[in-house]
């Protein structure tokens, strides 16, 4: 839309202007560097191709990386603490919808790597209520059999949500980020992984190029302490995580820490086994399973 009352020509270069990303320089907090908002998902992907890397304490003005910040609750302790530096920053605009968007198909929970794990958590209490309140022991309809399967996956991601750090957190953390990050102490990961979940990474090697998507499970994306198969110019689109079966199938997640709330795991894990009737019948009552 057109803004202002000046002549057709400004109200032109007044709306080029405002439909370019925004690009903010302050140095006065913090060890500050430049911080970009895209747009796009092209435009993100841009900035990190010409950037590359993360960036680390010893980069100046001219050089270093640059680091994608959404919740702030790591590159915030980081820099504050730390004094770490980091001389470009972007925070993806919510235009971005593949970044954000929480969806469940038929086949599985895309979730967004930039969503924030409060409306995951919300997300997936939906999922369970709609199952309650939509369904009985013996549906066999495939709407019904579907929202028990959506309802079965989001159980555990629910349940280890609920005892992830804090409210505050949770409101501005992601997914995307407490995957990147590597930390041990990351809660979600086993659950990911138990859960069979893939990363979806996205990448732009040319700049008149397509975008480039590459899918990594999430047991395979860990490779150290801190370490992850992810290239300098790719960065976490969306997560896929599979449905669970409606039946002989079960997920729990497990943490054990010295507090009840707000606290870092000691332990941390995600369990998943899935049952099958055993051909042969040793028990002669048919009471036999087999574990896939």
């Not at 910040?69 to 603490?81: A, L």
């Not at 138990?194 to 979806?200: E, M, N, Q, R």
């Not at 997640?253 to 049952?275: A, N, Y």
């Amino acid at each position: 839309d057109s803004i202002g009352n000046g002549d057709s020509g400004e109200k032109q270069v007044l709306n080029k202007q405002l439909a370019q990303p925004l690009v903010v320089t302050d140095t006065s907090i913090h060890n500050g560097g430049t911080w970009f908002q895209p747009r796009t998902l092209q435009e993100m992907l841009d900035l990190f191709r010409e950037f590359g890397g993360t960036g680390n304490a010893n980069d100046d003005d001219d050089g270093g990386g640059i680091k994608m910040v959404v919740g702030n609750t790591e590159v915030g302790i980081e820099t504050k603490f730390k004094h770490v530096r980091y001389p470009r920053m972007i925070h993806p605009s919510e235009s971005i919808h593949t970044l954000y968007e929480i969806v469940a198909t038929e086949k599985h929970f895309v979730i967004g790597a930039c969503s924030s794990l409060s409306n995951l958590q919300k997300h997936c209490h939906d999922c369970m209520t709609a199952t309650k309140t939509t369904t009985t022991a013996s549906s066999t309809d495939s709407s019904e059999m579907l929202s028990i399967r959506r309802s079965r996956t989001a159980t555990p991601i629910h349940d280890m949500l609920r005892w992830f750090a804090s409210t505050q957190i949770r409101n501005v953390a992601c997914l995307g980020g407490n995957l990147a990050t590597a930390s041990p102490i990351s809660d979600m990961n086993p659950v990911l992984c138990s859960l069979d979940a893939t990363l979806v990474l996205a990448s732009r090697p040319a700049a008149t190029g397509a975008i480039h998507r590459r899918h990594v499970p999430v047991s395979d994306f860990f490779v150290g302490y801190r370490q992850v198969q992810m290239g300098d110019a790719e960065v976490i689109e969306r997560v896929d995580v599979p449905l669970v079966q409606d039946r002989f199938e079960y997920v729990a997640p497990f943490t054990q820490g010295r507090r009840r709330e707000d606290d870092i795991g000691i332990v941390t894990s995600g369990m998943r086994i899935k049952l099958a009737p055993s051909e042969e019948n040793t028990d002669g009552e048919g009471n036999c399973w087999i574990i896939e």
